[in-house]
Nanobody
Framework: QVQLQESGPGLVKPSQTLSLTCTVS??????????WSWIRQPPGKGLQYMGV???????AYSSSLKSRTSISRDTSKNQFTLQLSSVTPEDTALYYC?????????WGQGTQVTVSS
């Protein structure tokens, strides 16, 4: 079991880029076969998968968000990062990072991001 903690700004202006970081402890993000993902939950809606990065750094994204989403990592800090560009109020949500032996094995507590001017 690993521990994950999201961090980043809670308020982002429309058209800007949302950037969140997930810090992992209790395990390395480069452990072979591990996966690390971002998921969000808009108000009143279900969980939405956004994308994933593997232990080797390969990435995959939700088709609906692919044009605006980028996931990267800093192995020296044991962190992975989400960037979502050109945000609108519809991107307001509770954002989670998750991962481990599978992409949903362990979860962070989530961080609220509001898109508003």
């Amino acid at each position: 079991q690993v521990q994950l903690q999201e961090s980043g700004p809670g308020l982002v202006k429309p058209s800007q880029t949302l950037s969140l970081t997930c810090t992992v402890s209790g395990g390395s993000i480069t452990t072979n076969g591990y996966w690390w993902s971002w998921i969000r939950q808009p108000p009143g809606k279900g969980l939405q998968y956004m994308g994933v990065i593997s232990s080797s750094g390969a990435t995959a994204y939700s088709s609906s968000l692919k044009s605006r989403t980028s996931i990267s990592r800093d192995t020296s800090k044991n962190q992975f990062t989400l960037q979502l560009s050109s945000v609108t109020p519809e991107d307001t949500a509770l954002y989670y990072c998750a991962g481990g032996r599978d992409m949903y094995a362990d979860w962070g507590q989530g961080t609220q991001v509001t898109v508003s001017s």
